[in-house]
């Protein structure tokens, strides 16, 4: 018959590899001490071994193991303090300048009483003194998730923008005046209303505020964060300042 016709032929060249060519141990005096083996990985020097290449489960990227210490929001969350008053975020005992009463359809039924109240104002002086400045309250579905989640129904967790408004202190205030207080729009998807009740068809004809646009409050004003029936929410704003039992007559400053 016809006589077999070489199709490929490969050729490699060893040189600088690390790799070393096994045909000396093919050689007839190998073979010869060990007529029924071939070579053997044991029987290479180490020189020429190499461990075994990982298998394709090892040589996956492990996933990072689940750690307690991480939040599903990064952004830093300060965990409230309650107490008698009300629930505080500032993270110390605050000296009370104003409150916010929460109410609408969009709480969950077993809301604790002290979780519908929160409190603000500067750091409470130790000793007797003069208070610090008051910084601004930021709330939002980010800056106080655990509590938002414990109190709202998801609905209306959800409708909460993660910065929602801000409540801020008038630059003029002392412990010896009054105080000036302001509320910012900060939700472009649902901003708040100002409202003097918290009757369904008041909030509805209430305009919102433009983003970032901010309004002077007075004592019980109707902070309406979410109009919608079935998961409203408003928050109604005390002045504690202006109530406090060594308050100044008519507003007059103390000298």
């Known amino acids: 018959g016809a006589g077999m016709e070489t199709l490929l032929e490969f050729r490699f060249d060893l040189s600088g590899s690390i790799l070393k060519d096994l045909a000396a141990w093919l050689l007839p005096s190998r073979l010869a001490a060990r007529p029924s083996a071939l070579p053997t990985l044991a029987s290479i020097p180490s020189s020429v071994a190499e461990p ?94 655990s509590f938002w989640q414990r109190i709202l129904c998801s609905n209306a967790f959800y409708a909460m923008s993660r910065q929602h408004l801000q409540f801020e202190v008038g630059e003029e205030f002392s412990v010896s005046s009054s105080a000036t207080f302001y509320v910012r729009n900060l939700s472009s998807s649902n901003p708040v209303r100002i409202c003097r009740t918290s009757l369904q068809e008041e909030m509805q004809q209430a305009a919102p505020l433009e983003m970032g646009e901010k309004r002077q409050l007075q004592d019980r004003d109707v902070i309406v964060l979410n109009p919608v029936q079935g998961y409203s929410l408003w928050l109604i704003f005390s002045d504690l300042w202006a109530k406090r039992t060594d308050a100044p007559e008519n507003g007059a400053n103390v000298t």
């Open 52 to 145: 075994s290449p990982p298998t394709p489960c090892e040589a996956m990227p492990q996933p990072e193991l689940f750690s307690a210490e991480k939040k599903e929001d990064p952004e830093d969350e300060v965990s409230p303090r309650p107490s008698a008053e009300g629930v505080s975020f500032l993270g110390v005992p605050p000296l009370p300048l104003f409150s916010l009463e929460l109410g609408g359809e969009g709480l969950q039924n077993d809301v604790r009483e002290e979780d519908l109240k929160i409190i603000h104002g500067p750091v409470a002086p130790k000793t007797e003194g003069p208070a610090g400045s008051c910084l601004p309250l930021l709330l939002g579905r980010s800056a106080q998730r």
